[in-house]
């Protein structure tokens, strides 16, 4: 029976596709062979940073003198009305949660080229609060941190940074009231692990890097461990 049951389960999913073909988020054609979320020629319209390779790139230093780090880079540019914000959206409000893989596959497969990345130990995300994964239904930049965990062999923890209470969303806030939003907003759970390592915290995109400053000060408060930060996008006018 259950064999039976996975070969109707392939068929419907077969003429599920059939006759409602996945559609690219970039131009709404079809998407072909093993194309995902966005069809080649829209993937190829992202607008990469390439800041893996470039030291003291944007996001580096919306950092500096804030939080000691090793490395620090972004996937994508994030402007109004662009592509990577539409993408986003998705991602956050309308449930396209294949999206949170797919760019943190892309930014896995970017980082993969980066020397860098061979001294990271484990990947961290960025907690949402268990009350808004609840309402959405998963944690994006979980999604994201198993996306990149895929193409870089990384293992990913996601139980051990925290959301210790829940927070007002910063999208109206400046910098300080976001800094100040975010304190004490998180904390370490089975630190003994930690120690010693070099953590990849995640998350998805910068904008004034309050919630990840918080995240990173968390565990630093922690023994011994090392951090860098990557972001699938980072927020420029």
Known sequence: MGNIASVMRKLGD??????????????????????????????ALLPETGYHHIAANETEQRFAGRIPFKHA????YFTDEGLLQHLMHGLKYRGRAETGSYLG???????????????????????LHPAREAERGYNQSLLIAEGIGGQVVKPVLDKTLLRARKTESQTQ??????????????????????????????????TTGATLEAC???????????????TIGIAVS
């Open 14 to 43: 077969g003429l599920s596709h059939l006759f409602y073909p996945a559609l690219c988020e970039g131009c709404n054609k079809p998407l072909v062979n093993k194309e995902v979320v966005l069809c080649l020629g829209c993937e």
């Open 216 to 230: 990173a000060l968390a565990l630093l408060a922690e023994e011994s461990i090392k951090i860098s930060v990557v």
């Open 73 to 76: 880079s972004s996937f994508a």
């Open 105 to 127: 596959g892309l930014l896995g497969q970017r980082l993969s080229a980066a020397g860098w990345i061979k001294d990271i130990d484990l990947i961290i995300p960025v907690p």
């Open 173 to 206: 806030k400046s910098r300080t009231e976001r800094v100040n939003n975010m304190k004490d907003a998180f904390k370490v759970q089975g630190a003994e692990g930690l120690k010693g390592k070099h953590i990849l915290l995640c998350d998805d995109v910068l």
